[in-house]
Protein backbone atom coordinates (compact mmCIF):
# COMPACT_ATOMS: atom_id res chain seq x y z
CA UNK A 1 0.00 0.00 0.00
CA UNK A 2 2.75 2.49 0.96
CA UNK A 3 3.77 2.05 -2.66
CA UNK A 4 1.19 2.46 -5.43
CA UNK A 5 -0.36 5.34 -5.96
CA UNK A 6 -4.08 5.63 -5.28
CA UNK A 7 -6.17 8.30 -6.35
CA UNK A 8 -8.34 8.41 -3.41
CA UNK A 9 -7.55 11.71 -1.44
CA UNK A 10 -6.15 9.73 2.13
CA UNK A 11 -4.22 7.87 -0.05
CA UNK A 12 -2.64 10.75 -1.55
CA UNK A 13 -2.16 12.42 1.69
CA UNK A 14 -0.55 9.48 3.31
CA UNK A 15 1.50 9.72 0.30
CA UNK A 16 2.52 12.70 0.88
CA UNK A 17 2.94 12.80 4.85
CA UNK A 18 5.27 9.34 4.12
CA UNK A 19 7.42 11.45 1.51
CA UNK A 20 7.73 13.96 3.81
CA UNK A 21 8.51 11.86 6.91
CA UNK A 22 11.04 10.36 4.10
CA UNK A 23 12.94 13.86 3.96
CA UNK A 24 12.86 14.07 7.61
CA UNK A 25 14.38 11.32 8.03
CA UNK A 26 17.29 11.79 5.48
CA UNK A 27 18.12 15.17 7.71
CA UNK A 28 18.79 12.91 10.57
CA UNK A 29 21.17 10.84 8.97
CA UNK A 30 23.84 13.21 10.35
CA UNK A 31 22.73 12.48 14.13
CA UNK A 32 21.77 8.39 13.92
CA UNK A 33 24.85 7.72 11.63
CA UNK A 34 26.80 8.62 14.54
CA UNK A 35 24.73 6.23 17.57
CA UNK A 36 23.12 3.60 15.67
CA UNK A 37 20.89 1.62 18.06
CA UNK A 38 23.44 -1.58 19.65
CA UNK A 39 19.93 -3.95 20.17
CA UNK A 40 17.08 -4.25 18.26
CA UNK A 41 13.64 -5.38 19.40
CA UNK A 42 12.83 -8.87 17.34
CA UNK A 43 9.33 -7.89 17.08
CA UNK A 44 9.91 -4.64 15.55
CA UNK A 45 13.07 -5.97 13.09
CA UNK A 46 10.74 -8.38 11.77
CA UNK A 47 8.21 -5.73 11.52
CA UNK A 48 10.67 -3.86 9.61
CA UNK A 49 10.80 -7.00 7.10
CA UNK A 50 6.89 -6.74 6.12
CA UNK A 51 7.24 -4.78 2.78
CA UNK A 52 8.53 -6.07 -0.30
CA UNK A 53 10.84 -3.50 -1.27
CA UNK A 54 12.47 -3.92 1.65
CA UNK A 55 12.84 -7.76 0.65
CA UNK A 56 13.73 -7.07 -2.48
CA UNK A 57 16.60 -4.50 -1.04
CA UNK A 58 18.23 -7.63 1.04
CA UNK A 59 18.17 -9.61 -2.26
CA UNK A 60 20.32 -6.85 -4.08
CA UNK A 61 22.60 -7.63 -1.38
CA UNK A 62 23.07 -11.41 -2.27
CA UNK A 63 22.76 -10.59 -5.70
CA UNK A 64 26.21 -7.60 -5.26
CA UNK A 65 27.85 -10.50 -3.11
CA UNK A 66 27.30 -12.84 -5.91
CA UNK A 67 28.57 -10.74 -8.80
CA UNK A 68 31.71 -8.51 -6.50
CA UNK A 69 34.14 -9.72 -4.49
CA UNK A 70 32.71 -7.13 -1.70
CA UNK A 71 29.94 -6.85 0.78
CA UNK A 72 30.08 -3.46 1.03
CA UNK A 73 27.27 -2.00 -1.29
CA UNK A 74 27.06 1.73 -2.42
CA UNK A 75 23.03 3.20 -2.35
CA UNK A 76 23.33 3.90 -5.66
CA UNK A 77 23.77 0.45 -6.63
CA UNK A 78 21.10 -0.85 -4.47
CA UNK A 79 18.80 1.54 -5.73
CA UNK A 80 19.03 0.42 -9.51
CA UNK A 81 19.14 -3.46 -8.37
CA UNK A 82 15.79 -2.57 -6.70
CA UNK A 83 14.50 -0.47 -9.85
CA UNK A 84 12.97 2.09 -7.62
CA UNK A 85 13.38 5.59 -9.45
CA UNK A 86 12.30 8.05 -5.97
CA UNK A 87 15.76 8.39 -4.11
CA UNK A 88 13.83 9.15 -0.98
CA UNK A 89 11.22 6.43 -1.46
CA UNK A 90 14.14 4.26 -1.63
CA UNK A 91 15.96 5.76 1.23
CA UNK A 92 12.98 5.96 3.50
CA UNK A 93 12.85 2.09 3.10
CA UNK A 94 16.97 1.25 3.50
CA UNK A 95 16.57 3.36 6.55
CA UNK A 96 13.71 1.13 8.02
CA UNK A 97 16.25 -1.99 7.62
CA UNK A 98 18.91 0.06 9.74
CA UNK A 99 20.17 -1.29 12.59
CA UNK A 100 18.91 -5.26 13.15
CA UNK A 101 19.75 -6.28 9.27
CA UNK A 102 21.56 -3.45 7.05
CA UNK A 103 24.29 -1.10 8.79
CA UNK A 104 26.64 1.99 6.88
CA UNK A 105 30.18 1.66 6.90
CA UNK A 106 33.11 3.00 4.81
CA UNK A 107 31.74 2.78 0.75
CA UNK A 108 28.20 2.20 1.27
CA UNK A 109 26.00 -0.52 3.22
CA UNK A 110 26.35 -4.27 4.14
CA UNK A 111 24.09 -6.89 5.72
CA UNK A 112 24.64 -7.09 9.37
CA UNK A 113 24.82 -10.83 10.95
CA UNK A 114 21.33 -10.82 11.14
CA UNK A 115 20.70 -9.51 8.14
CA UNK A 116 22.69 -12.38 6.47
CA UNK A 117 20.91 -14.59 8.57
CA UNK A 118 17.63 -13.40 7.77
CA UNK A 119 18.37 -13.49 3.98
CA UNK A 120 19.59 -16.69 3.69
CA UNK A 121 16.31 -18.13 5.24
CA UNK A 122 14.09 -16.11 2.85
CA UNK A 123 16.31 -17.94 -0.12
CA UNK A 124 15.98 -20.89 1.84
CA UNK A 125 11.67 -20.12 2.41
CA UNK A 126 11.83 -20.70 5.54
CA UNK A 127 9.14 -18.01 5.57
CA UNK A 128 6.76 -18.20 2.68
CA UNK A 129 6.67 -21.74 1.20
CA UNK A 130 4.71 -24.80 2.13
CA UNK A 131 5.78 -28.33 0.50
CA UNK A 132 4.37 -31.67 1.74
CA UNK A 133 5.54 -34.74 0.51
CA UNK A 134 4.58 -38.29 1.77
CA UNK A 135 3.45 -40.13 3.51
CA UNK A 136 5.73 -42.74 2.04
CA UNK A 137 6.34 -46.22 3.38
CA UNK A 138 9.76 -46.85 4.37
CA UNK A 139 11.55 -50.60 4.11
CA UNK A 140 11.63 -50.18 8.32
CA UNK A 141 9.61 -51.30 11.30
CA UNK A 142 8.63 -49.45 14.82
CA UNK A 143 11.75 -50.29 17.09
CA UNK A 144 8.76 -49.77 19.86
CA UNK A 145 5.66 -51.94 18.20
CA UNK A 146 7.12 -52.77 14.82
CA UNK A 147 4.06 -51.68 13.05
CA UNK A 148 4.92 -50.28 9.23
CA UNK A 149 6.95 -47.28 9.60
CA UNK A 150 6.39 -43.90 7.17
CA UNK A 151 7.77 -40.99 6.56
CA UNK A 152 6.21 -37.35 5.66
CA UNK A 153 7.22 -33.65 5.30
CA UNK A 154 4.76 -30.71 6.08
CA UNK A 155 5.45 -27.44 7.31
CA UNK A 156 9.42 -27.29 7.03
CA UNK A 157 9.25 -30.55 9.16
CA UNK A 158 10.54 -34.47 8.77
CA UNK A 159 8.77 -36.83 10.60
CA UNK A 160 9.22 -40.91 10.46
CA UNK A 161 6.90 -42.81 12.64
CA UNK A 162 4.74 -46.08 12.56
CA UNK A 163 1.17 -46.38 12.62
CA UNK A 164 0.83 -46.27 16.23
CA UNK A 165 2.04 -42.69 16.15
CA UNK A 166 5.65 -43.63 17.70
CA UNK A 167 7.69 -40.70 16.63
CA UNK A 168 11.03 -42.40 15.49
CA UNK A 169 12.78 -39.20 14.26
CA UNK A 170 11.70 -35.40 13.65
CA UNK A 171 13.67 -33.01 11.92
CA UNK A 172 13.54 -29.53 10.63
CA UNK A 173 14.73 -28.96 7.23
CA UNK A 174 13.86 -25.72 5.09
CA UNK A 175 11.30 -25.79 1.99
CA UNK A 176 13.78 -25.25 -0.13
CA UNK A 177 15.59 -28.69 0.83
CA UNK A 178 12.35 -30.13 -0.18
CA UNK A 179 12.10 -28.42 -4.03
CA UNK A 180 12.49 -31.49 -5.94
CA UNK A 181 13.75 -33.89 -3.45
CA UNK A 182 12.55 -37.51 -2.60
CA UNK A 183 11.47 -38.53 0.71
CA UNK A 184 14.76 -40.66 0.91
CA UNK A 185 16.88 -37.18 0.11
CA UNK A 186 15.09 -35.67 2.56
CA UNK A 187 16.16 -38.74 5.33
CA UNK A 188 19.21 -38.60 4.30
CA UNK A 189 19.87 -34.90 4.81
CA UNK A 190 18.50 -34.50 8.26
CA UNK A 191 20.31 -37.52 9.20
CA UNK A 192 23.38 -35.30 8.21
CA UNK A 193 22.02 -32.66 9.81
CA UNK A 194 21.27 -34.58 13.21
CA UNK A 195 24.55 -35.91 13.45
CA UNK A 196 26.21 -32.34 12.86
CA UNK A 197 23.71 -30.59 15.83
CA UNK A 198 23.89 -33.47 18.00
CA UNK A 199 27.66 -33.50 17.77
CA UNK A 200 28.19 -30.24 18.74
CA UNK A 201 25.57 -30.47 21.25
CA UNK A 202 27.72 -33.14 23.45
CA UNK A 203 30.42 -30.88 23.08
CA UNK A 204 28.50 -28.31 25.26
CA UNK A 205 27.48 -26.53 22.33
CA UNK A 206 24.49 -25.43 20.63
CA UNK A 207 23.99 -25.82 17.08
CA UNK A 208 21.32 -23.20 16.81
CA UNK A 209 23.20 -20.34 18.21
CA UNK A 210 26.45 -21.66 19.59
CA UNK A 211 25.56 -20.25 23.13
CA UNK A 212 26.86 -22.71 26.02
CA UNK A 213 24.30 -25.66 26.78
CA UNK A 214 24.90 -28.65 29.51
CA UNK A 215 23.63 -31.80 28.39
CA UNK A 216 23.05 -34.60 30.43
CA UNK A 217 20.51 -37.83 30.59
CA UNK A 218 17.27 -38.45 32.08
CA UNK A 219 15.66 -41.81 33.01
CA UNK A 220 12.29 -42.09 32.52
CA UNK A 221 12.16 -45.54 34.05
CA UNK A 222 13.27 -47.24 37.16
CA UNK A 223 16.70 -46.78 36.53
CA UNK A 224 16.62 -50.36 34.92
CA UNK A 225 16.22 -49.93 30.91
CA UNK A 226 13.23 -51.42 29.00
CA UNK A 227 14.28 -53.58 26.67
CA UNK A 228 14.68 -52.06 23.69
CA UNK A 229 16.61 -49.22 25.75
CA UNK A 230 14.91 -45.83 25.20
CA UNK A 231 14.29 -44.99 28.71
CA UNK A 232 17.27 -43.25 29.33
CA UNK A 233 17.70 -40.49 26.80
CA UNK A 234 20.32 -37.53 26.02
CA UNK A 235 18.68 -34.24 26.71
CA UNK A 236 19.83 -30.85 26.05
CA UNK A 237 18.00 -27.65 26.27
CA UNK A 238 19.47 -23.67 25.49
CA UNK A 239 18.11 -20.94 27.72
CA UNK A 240 19.64 -18.56 24.75
CA UNK A 241 17.51 -19.51 21.80
CA UNK A 242 14.79 -22.37 23.51
CA UNK A 243 16.15 -24.98 20.75
CA UNK A 244 16.00 -28.52 22.62
CA UNK A 245 17.61 -31.82 21.45
CA UNK A 246 16.45 -35.30 23.02
CA UNK A 247 17.43 -38.92 21.66
CA UNK A 248 17.62 -42.25 23.18
CA UNK A 249 20.95 -42.07 24.91
CA UNK A 250 22.79 -44.66 22.63
CA UNK A 251 22.30 -42.15 19.66
CA UNK A 252 25.73 -40.26 21.08
CA UNK A 253 27.71 -43.67 20.87
CA UNK A 254 26.88 -42.88 17.02
CA UNK A 255 28.43 -39.32 17.23
CA UNK A 256 31.51 -40.67 18.20
CA UNK A 257 34.17 -40.86 15.00
CA UNK A 258 35.59 -43.94 16.15
CA UNK A 259 32.34 -45.95 16.02
CA UNK A 260 31.43 -43.69 13.01
CA UNK A 261 34.56 -45.25 11.69
CA UNK A 262 33.44 -48.91 12.68
CA UNK A 263 30.09 -48.56 10.77
CA UNK A 264 32.47 -47.31 7.68
CA UNK A 265 34.45 -50.58 7.64
CA UNK A 266 31.61 -52.66 7.94
CA UNK A 267 30.11 -51.11 4.94
CA UNK A 268 27.50 -49.50 6.21
CA UNK A 269 28.05 -45.79 6.61
CA UNK A 270 26.42 -43.92 9.24
CA UNK A 271 24.96 -41.27 7.44
CA UNK A 272 23.04 -43.50 4.79
CA UNK A 273 21.26 -45.62 7.34
CA UNK A 274 17.87 -45.32 9.30
CA UNK A 275 19.83 -44.31 12.36
CA UNK A 276 16.52 -45.13 14.72
CA UNK A 277 17.43 -48.86 13.71
CA UNK A 278 21.10 -49.20 14.35
CA UNK A 279 22.37 -50.93 17.64
CA UNK A 280 23.39 -48.41 19.91
CA UNK A 281 19.94 -47.09 19.75
CA UNK A 282 17.89 -50.08 20.30
CA UNK A 283 20.23 -52.07 22.58
CA UNK A 284 19.67 -52.07 26.09
CA UNK A 285 21.65 -49.66 28.42
CA UNK A 286 22.38 -49.83 32.32
CA UNK A 287 22.31 -46.62 34.51
CA UNK A 288 24.93 -46.72 36.71
CA UNK A 289 24.56 -44.70 39.71
CA UNK A 290 25.86 -44.42 43.36
CA UNK A 291 25.35 -42.47 46.32
CA UNK A 292 28.40 -40.19 45.84
CA UNK A 293 29.33 -40.04 42.04
CA UNK A 294 27.00 -38.25 39.27
CA UNK A 295 25.26 -41.24 37.34
CA UNK A 296 26.77 -42.57 34.39
CA UNK A 297 25.25 -44.85 31.64
CA UNK A 298 26.99 -47.90 30.70
CA UNK A 299 26.23 -49.66 26.78
CA UNK A 300 27.26 -53.19 25.37
CA UNK A 301 26.48 -53.58 21.82
CA UNK A 302 27.17 -55.70 19.19
CA UNK A 303 28.00 -54.02 15.96
CA UNK A 304 28.53 -56.78 13.22
CA UNK A 305 31.81 -58.91 14.72
CA UNK A 306 32.51 -55.99 17.27
CA UNK A 307 31.73 -55.52 20.50
CA UNK A 308 31.17 -52.17 22.09
CA UNK A 309 31.46 -51.64 25.41
CA UNK A 310 31.08 -47.52 26.81
CA UNK A 311 30.50 -45.49 29.76
CA UNK A 312 28.73 -41.84 28.97
CA UNK A 313 29.60 -39.19 31.74
CA UNK A 314 26.61 -37.42 33.52
CA UNK A 315 27.09 -35.07 30.86
CA UNK A 316 26.43 -37.55 27.91
CA UNK A 317 30.24 -37.35 26.65
CA UNK A 318 32.04 -40.83 26.01
CA UNK A 319 34.39 -41.39 28.95
CA UNK A 320 35.17 -44.85 28.17
CA UNK A 321 35.20 -46.84 24.99
CA UNK A 322 36.64 -50.27 24.39
CA UNK A 323 36.49 -52.67 21.58
CA UNK A 324 36.73 -56.72 21.61
CA UNK A 325 36.80 -58.43 18.34
CA UNK A 326 35.18 -62.45 18.14
ZN1 LIG B 1 5.30 -47.95 16.74
ZN1 LIG C 1 20.73 -21.84 21.31
Not at 89 to 108: I, N, P, S, T
Not at 210 to 232: H, K, N, Q, V
Not at 294 to 307: A, E, F, H, Q, Y
Request: charged share 25%.
Amino acid sequence: MDDTTDDSDAEMDANTNRETDADEFTAENADTDAAAPARVDPADAFAALGNSIRVDILRAFLEHQQAAATPVVQFSTLRRAVGLRDSGQFRYHLEQLRGAFVEKCDGGYRLTYAGSAVLTAIVAGTYTDTDTLGPTPLDSACTFCEAAVSATYRDGVLTVSCGNEHPLFVWALPPNAAAGASIEHLIELATTLAFQSYELVVDGTCSECYSSIAPGFESTGDGTDDAAGRSIRFTAACDACSAAWSVPVGFVLLTHPEIERLYHRQGRPLRTQYWWELEPVTSAVELESSETDPPRVRLSVDIGDTTVRATLDETGSVAELEFATD
